[in-house]
């Protein structure tokens, strides 16, 4: 099986930092585009950034020039560095991934998701 873990989340000031990391594991074939999403309490969950593996990047207006998604293909990671962040980014953060399962590869890829990592931006 296939798995998604993220870590990293944490209290934080606002304008200060924090890195995520999102490591998939598994029977992994190959891994397309990976991505962060996160969901405050009563509110939807919205796509923060996506990225291809060959590194293109997109990013939701309200994060661009602070936020930064990276991934190291070697390591079945991406990473989502935050910076000067506001409270409004008080969420739990989900990575995903679009993965194919080496005991799946004829069937093709689907979309993993990871447990999440809250993020609190608080003074």
């Known amino acids: 099986q296939v798995q998604l873990v993220e870590s990293g989340g944490g209290l934080v000031q606002p304008g200060g930092s924090l890195r995520l990391s999102c490591a998939a594991s598994g029977s992994i074939f190959s891994i397309g585009d990976m991505g962060w999403y996160r969901q405050a309490p009563g509110k939807q969950r919205d796509l923060v950034a996506t990225?291809?593996?060959?590194?293109?990047?997109n990013y939701a207006d309200s994060v661009k020039g602070r936020f930064t998604v990276s991934r190291d293909n070697d390591k079945n990671t991406v990473y989502l560095q935050m910076n000067s962040l506001k409270p409004e980014d008080t969420a739990v953060y989900h990575c995903?991934?679009?993965?194919?399962?080496?005991?799946?590869?004829?069937?093709?890829?689907?979309?993993?998701w990871g447990q999440g990592t809250q993020v609190t931006v608080s003074s």
């Open positions: 995903n991934a679009h993965i194919i399962d080496y005991n799946r590869v004829i069937v093709g890829g689907q979309d993993y």
């Open positions: 990225i291809t593996r060959g590194g293109r990047s």
